[in-house]
């Protein structure tokens, strides 16, 4: 795909659809028409038709974005968010193996102002039962490293920041209270050069809300 501006874009976003599992226990979206097409016939005279849809979901649903509120009561919701936070931010590709992601990860690399995306791989088990169990994760070592060394937006290509088998979120906890944004589920991680490209991730301008679906996406340099 390319954009006129210059560089190709890279989609890193899974689709949406009807009744599809983010989080095993939460619902998936139920989407149909609020207005379908032959029922808006009606409405003209030149034989024009519309659809308007609807769709009713749970925010933590496909490829999303936190932010502080999410956590937080007291942060910055979507709405709060500036787009200079989730738009054209220099980005850089850690790519791990292991199920811990720990700070080791991310030795020697200048994260200050960047979207830091790590790569796992784990996408391929998308809407599979391996999805949910034994996925990657990042370590509470971690995230104080970028926090301490000043990252914009972490995002994962996996089912969770956090380690799940665990009651506690410290990832979340560390990195939204910081305001750094974080972006999970995320996918093609592997299309990604290590840098020169920058990542949009920008969700409807919502107040009360801390997560929703993004059209993730990067354009190379």
């Known amino acids: 795909m390319a954009h006129e ?4 874009l890279i989609d890193l976003s899974h689709v949406i659809e009807a009744g599809m599992t983010t989080y095993k226990g939460l619902p ?18 030149d034989g024009s ?30 709405a709060a968010i500036a787009l200079e936070q989730m738009s054209a931010l220099d ?6 193996q292991s199920l811990a992601v720990d700070e ?42 970028l926090m301490d060394r000043g990252a914009k937006l972490v995002g994962i290509d996996s089912h969770n920041i956090d380690d799940t088998r665990i009651k506690a979120r410290p990832v979340h906890t560390i990195l939204l209270g910081a305001g750094i944004l974080i972006c999970e589920h995320m996918t093609n991680l592997g ?16 107040v009360g809300m801390g997560t929703f679906p993004v059209r993730a996406f990067a354009q190379l340099s």
């Open 5 to 8: 501006d210059g560089g190709r």
């Open 28 to 45: 998936g979206p139920h989407i149909c028409d609020f207005w379908d097409r032959e029922a808006s016939r009606a409405f003209y005279d």
């Open 49 to 78: 038709t519309f659809q308007m849809g609807r769709i009713d979901m749970v925010a933590n649903t496909g490829t999303y974005l936190d932010a502080p509120f999410h956590r937080f009561a007291d942060g910055a919701d979507l």
């Open 91 to 96: 980005g850089i590709v850690v790519r791990s």
């Open 104 to 145: 080791t990860a991310f030795e020697g690399l200048d994260v200050r102002g960047k979207a830091v995306l790590v790569h796992t791989g784990w996408d391929r088990h998308w809407r599979t039962d391996a999805y949910f169990e034994n996925h990657p994760f990042l370590t509470e070592g971690a995230a104080r490293l």
């Open 191 to 206: 299309a990604l050069p290590d840098s020169g490209f920058q990542l949009t991730a920008v969700p409807p301008k919502i």
